[in-house]
T-cell receptor, first 114, second 113 residues
Framework: KAGVTQTPRYLIKTRGQQVTLSCSPI?????VSWYQQTPGQGLQFLFE???????NKGNFPGRFSGRQFSNSRSEMNVSTLELGDSALYLC?????????????FGQGTRLTVV | GESVGLHLPTLSVQEGDNSIINCAYS??????FIWYKQESGKGPQFIID?????DKRQGQRVTVLLNKTVKHLSLQIAATQPGDSAVYFC????????????FGKGTHLIIQP
């Protein structure tokens, strides 16, 4: 059974640009969550999607957005990139509608903003 | 705001010994807890979880203990191996997952030969 797949693995972008990251969850998993990981702030929750609907959202500015497709694949977009957006972006998938089940993470996308 | 925190940033143990990694949480509404292991360059790997209606759960070489009275969570790793070297995070969830998983800062487990 394939795990959570995130693409691309690495990205370098310039300030002001926008970026789109992709996540394919484990087959059968309908919940997809996104997290940002930085050395200073650790792992922080961005948002969660279930059945193409954003159910929950963390404390991030509106420049961070996402969506989920009918096949449960998800994308997140960051517009007007800032240097502080440099981070490892992680996607996690789970079966549960409530989130109270095992959440499995992908390898992440390492975004560097220059 | 409330958050999950870890007592020690680094833990060094001898190969073969047992390791105990601790985590303190402050959100009394949390009802689900997970331990993750993250190796360099990889995403967090699920180790074990526990719900608030339990105080102990065992897996293969790992045990998680939950003390709701003092809001404390621990991960015990038996017979620590070199492959156990990683950063370990505890994460908690409450309120139906409205805030996703809240992660602690992590403990770096170092295995001495």
């Amino acid at each position: 059974k394939a795990g959570v797949t995130q693409t691309p693995r690495y990205l370098i972008k310039t300030r002001g640009q926008q970026v789109t990251l992709s996540c394919s969850p484990i087959s059968g998993h309908r919940s997809v969550s996104w997290y940002q990981q930085t050395p200073g702030q650790g792992l922080q929750f961005l948002f969660e999607y279930f059945s193409e609907t954003q159910r929950n959202k963390g404390n991030f500015p509106g420049r961070f957005s996402g969506r989920q497709f009918s096949n449960s694949r998800s994308e997140m977009n960051v517009s007007t990139l800032e240097l502080g957006d440099s981070a490892l972006y992680l996607c996690a998938s789970s079966l549960s509608a409530t989130g109270h089940t095992e959440a499995f993470f992908g390898q992440g996308t390492r975004l560097t903003v220059v | 705001g409330e958050s999950v925190g870890l007592h020690l940033p680094t833990l060094s143990v001898q190969e073969g010994d047992n390791s105990i990694i601790n985590c303190a949480y402050s959100n009394s509404a949390s009802d689900y807890f997970i331990w993750y292991k993250q190796e360099s360059g990889k995403g967090p790997q699920f180790i074990i979880d526990i719900r608030s209606n339990m105080d102990k759960r065992q897996g293969q070489r790992v045990t998680v203990l939950l003390n709701k009275t003092v809001k404390h969570l621990s991960l015990q790793i038996a017979a620590t191996q070199p492959g156990d070297s990683a950063v370990y995070f505890c994460a908690e969830m409450g309120g139906g997952g409205a805030d996703g998983l809240t992660f602690g800062k992590g403990t770096h487990l170092i295995i001495q030969p």
